[in-house]
């Protein structure tokens, strides 16, 4: 991390539906090149969140702002400055890698000339140059993440928002994902990453956990372990999550 340039600010966030409150006035803050976990059970709330950040679901009550914009009035400038993935969807199949690579470019608004210069260059950092004309659907799991990321930060956004994007692939895997998820915070792309591999979360900066839609916890890894007397995060989101009442999103 290597600033205090604040990124990502939520001040007494609350998204409801009817009489349910999915997000119970969240505030918290995420600074410039930090790699931030955002950790909770199902229905704890988190997706919810990370729906408002990104700019796809307007907040009920309260103020939030991404690379500088205001998620209420400036959802449309969020998008172009954030790269996001999912695990459930980041890569159009039935396009070749070179395909997809072009595509997501020109949706980021990088011009022809960038577009044609970063393709090749992402095609070589991936050793994908002589499979460039391969179909996405083709690939193993791991490299269609692999792939998905690095086309989430081509355009170098100020944060990228990462949705249980290791879900699937195996561990050694997720640790070759997890080396370009430190390339790019040494790159100062700030990185807001959920997931529900708690040794993941030992690799976060700073770590939030969210309970019944509110944050019940945030700290580094090893102050949240020294805190709840655990040796693991595992052992810290279980004690945590226990309290949990509800388990839909």
Not at 220 to 232: G, I, V
């Amino acid at each position: 991390m290597s600033s205090k340039e604040i990124v990502i600010k939520a001040s007494n966030l609350v998204k409801s539906f009817g009489s349910f409150t999915a997000v119970n006035s969240i505030s918290f803050e995420v600074y410039k090149g930090e790699i931030f976990g955002f950790l909770g059970a199902n229905g704890a709330g988190k997706t919810t969140a990370m729906k408002m950040l990104i700019g796809i679901s307007n907040p009920t009550s309260g103020e939030a702002s991404v690379a500088g914009f205001d998620v209420k009035t400036q959802s449309e400038l969020i998008k172009k400055n954030i790269g996001y993935m999912s695990q459930k969807f980041s890569l159009y199949q039935d396009l070749t890698i070179k395909e997809n690579i072009r595509l997501f470019a020109g949706i980021y608004g990088l011009s022809n000339k960038e577009i044609k210069e970063k393709t090749a260059a992402l095609l070589e950092k991936l050793e994908l140059t002589s499979n460039a004309d391969t179909l996405v659907q083709a690939l193993p799991l791991g490299w269609k993440q692999k792939l998905a990321f690095s086309i989430a930060i081509i355009h170098n956004p100020k944060v990228v928002f990462l949705d249980e994007p290791t879900g699937g692939v195996d561990p050694i895997t997720r640790r070759q994902f997890w080396d370009m998820i430190y390339e790019a915070a040494d790159r100062d792309i700030t990185v807001f990453v959920t997931t529900h591999y708690m040794d993941e979360a030992e690799y976060c900066s700073r770590v939030s956990i969210m309970v019944d839609g509110n944050i019940d916890a945030l700290d580094t890894p090893s102050e949240l372990k020294r805190t709840h007397n655990a040796d693991s995060m595992e052992k810290v989101f279980v004690q945590l999550a226990r309290k949990a009442k509800r388990t839909d999103n």
